[in-house]
């Protein structure tokens, strides 16, 4: 009788909490045809209640909400204190204005040096009187190891600045800025590529006419390939009416980069050495002297960076630095997929063990996740909101980051009422994060979009989803 009552009471709690739930079909038909949903909206607390739920169990590719489950990840394991260190050491000695022995920079994977600390670090070398390095100059790469680039990544999207690589060599974003201005119609366009760096950007580039009937014309695209120690070559077209287009390239060999602005920096400011300039890629135990160090800003500064701006190479350099701390191992996309999925598990009691984490970006297409399982790393950060400070990192509706001029929520009532991560890469548009009520208290929601198609013909490509979006989630707010 006893477990009859028990069950009827399970029975009419489940019952009567769909029957209080939003409805999410009616708000289906904004969306283009072929659009797959997930949705998952539930109040915060011990015991949360679900307010609207729609194939929350499906596996989608999450793109930047990724990041909330590397930032939580990285605070459990890291800590808010942790900090790159870039440091310059010796296995020799300095006698006479001159370092007998190699210099050796050992790099961290910095997501934020800069050729200004690099530079500063280099002075320091002068201030300890030296001039001449009687060994090599070593950059030593070995906290990474195995490939700069997930997998899953695009490979038409290598050359994009979003897209650089996390390597254990970074500096200035490992990303550089070109332009491309069109000339007469028939005749080349020019290219002008940065200065004072070491790559090469030419190219061949076509002017044709504004909406050119030519289907040669209409088919060619301006496009980029790449070679050997980052080198650029810029091929297609542009069309006559076009203004000067900026370009942002991504850094393709991180390492060779590095060592170029290095060798310059130090002829700069004049130190010599007589040997020559390789990378080691294998930890050693040898007993050196540090003779200059930088450090970046404190984990919680970054994270917040990377979560309002969507700063993909913050992301995955932490992704790939947790494979490295909680194995003590090089590290790499496995063991960083390997790590966070323990970390959450022992220390926040998630379980991720069915979903595929193959960066910490968000940007490999292999990434798959629910709405079921983001929701618990939302649950956990709201729970443990005082001592992690992920919530105040989220963009905020109307007012910053990602979220600043999301058409959908930039207007009251949801400015300043929406902090959530963004997550988009092509067909995707997805968001996960908080609404904060009238009372002050949070919600927590899981949009995961996927398939989406907009008929240009109705709008602007993002008009539907921008539209599902306000009309949705405005009941929420109140």
Not at 295 to 310: E, I, W
Not at 386 to 399: D, H, T
């Amino acid at each position: 009788m006893i477990k009859f009552k028990v069950i009827i009471f399970f029975l009419f709690s489940f019952f009567s909490g769909l029957l209080n739930a939003q409805s999410v079909e009616p708000y289906l038909s904004s969306l283009p045809k072929g659009s797959d949903l997930s949705i998952l909206v539930q109040s915060v607390g011990t015991k949360p209640k679900t307010i609207a739920k729609y194939k929350s169990d499906q596996f989608k590719q999450p793109a930047s909400t990724q990041k909330l489950i590397t930032a939580l990840a990285a605070q459990l394991e890291l800590g808010s204190d942790f900090r790159f260190i870039t440091r310059i050491q010796t296995n020799g000695s300095i006698s006479k204005k001159q370092l007998n022995g190699d210099l050796i920079i050992q790099l961290s994977g910095d997501p934020t040096f800069t050729r200004a600390q690099l530079k500063n670090m280099i002075a320091t070398l002068r201030q300890k009187g030296i001039e001449k390095i009687v060994g090599n100059i070593i950059l030593d790469t070995s906290i990474f190891t195995s490939h700069d680039k997930a997998q899953g990544w695009s490979w038409n999207n290598l050359t994009a600045c979003y897209n650089a690589s996390p390597s254990a060599a970074i500096i200035d974003d490992n990303c550089f800025y070109a332009t491309v201005t069109p000339g007469k119609v028939g005749e080349k366009a020019s290219i002008s590529g940065p200065t004072n760096i070491p790559v090469v950007v030419i190219g061949s580039v076509k002017t044709i006419a504004k909406n050119s009937k030519d289907i040669n014309d209409r088919y060619c695209e301006l496009d980029v390939t790449y070679s050997y120690k980052n080198r650029y070559y810029l091929s297609g077209c542009i069309d006559a009416g076009s203004d000067k287009i900026p370009l942002k390239f991504a850094v393709v060999d991180g390492v060779e980069y590095f060592s170029t602005i290095l060798k310059n920096e130090l002829k700069l400011q004049k130190i010599t050495y007589t040997g020559s300039s390789i990378e080691i890629n294998q930890r050693t135990n040898s007993k050196l002297t540090l003779l200059a160090s930088n450090q970046s800003a404190p984990l919680s500064d970054l994270l917040t960076v990377m979560l309002k701006k969507s700063k993909n190479l913050y992301a995955d350099v932490i992704f790939r630095t947790l494979g490295a701390h909680y194995y003590n191992v090089q590290g790499t996309w496995r063991n960083g997929g390997d790590a966070v999925k323990q970390i959450l598990r022992k220390k926040a009691g998630i379980d991720l063990e069915n979903l595929v984490i193959a960066d910490g970006s968000g940007l490999s297409r292999l990434n798959l996740v629910s709405a079921d399982k983001l929701m618990e790393v939302l649950q956990y950060i709201a729970a443990h909101d005082e001592q992690l400070r992920i919530i105040e990192k989220l963009p905020i509706a109307g007012v910053d980051g990602t979220l600043q001029n999301r058409k959908s929520f930039n207007q009251a009532p949801f400015k300043d009422s929406i902090r959530a991560k963004t997550g988009y890469i092509q067909g995707c548009y997805n968001l996960a994060g908080f609404i904060q009520k009238s009372d002050g208290k949070y919600m927590a929601f899981v949009q995961l979009l996927s398939g989406y198609h907009a008929d240009n013909q109705s709008g602007s490509k993002n008009s539907a989803i921008m539209r599902f979006e306000s009309e949705f989630y405005k009941k929420f707010i109140n």
